[in-house]
Every structure is written in C-alpha cells, then in structure tokens.
C-alpha cells in the first residue's frame, strides 16, 4: 500500500462570452511536499456558423519529478492545438 500526504488545489472556469464564443479554463495543483505538478488548461471554442467551428487549446504542464531532457532547463511542458472543424447537429 502507497500512501502520498499533501495539498490540492483546484479550480475550473467556464465563460461565454456570446452566443458563439465559449472559454474554459482548469488550473490544478499537487504537491506532496517533496514535488510538484501544476497544469493549467484553457480552451477557447468560436462557433463560426451552423455548420463550421473552431478550437484554441492552450496545456501547460509543470512536474518537477521527471527527469529534465538533455537540452532543456527546465520541467515545464507545453501542448497547444487548433482546430477547425465541419459540425452538424440532427
């Protein structure tokens, strides 16, 4: 059995902003006193019309408990996409 002590935190966002423009938002955050992990998340959604939409989506990654690559300084990870998309609903 594997016990870890420590803090979380928490928090979610969701804002329309119009009709056709949604942003979400997650920021978390763990430690165990030892390491860290924090990742925040955010997308933004733009319904362009009826039939076509788009996506920005921003993830950041903090982890201090990998190992760091040989060319980087530091633990911080980076994902990022967009998207552009047909959507039909019945």
């Known amino acids: 059995m594997l016990r870890t ?3 979380t935190i928490t928090m979610t966002n969701n804002t329309r902003f119009s009709k056709t423009v949604t942003w979400t938002s ?5 430690t165990n006193y030892e390491r860290a992990i924090g990742e925040f998340e955010n997308k933004v959604d733009f319904a362009l019309n009826k039939f076509f939409a788009t996506t920005l989506y ?3 990654r903090y982890d201090d408990g990998v190992a760091k690559l040989p060319d980087s ?3 911080l990870q980076v994902n990022e996409m967009f998207s552009f998309g047909f959507s039909y609903k019945w």
Not at 26 to 30: A, D, E, K, P, V
């Open 5 to 7: 002590f420590g803090s």
């Open 26 to 30: 997650r920021l978390y955050y763990f």
């Open 58 to 60: 921003l993830y950041l």
């Open 73 to 75: 300084d530091t633990y």
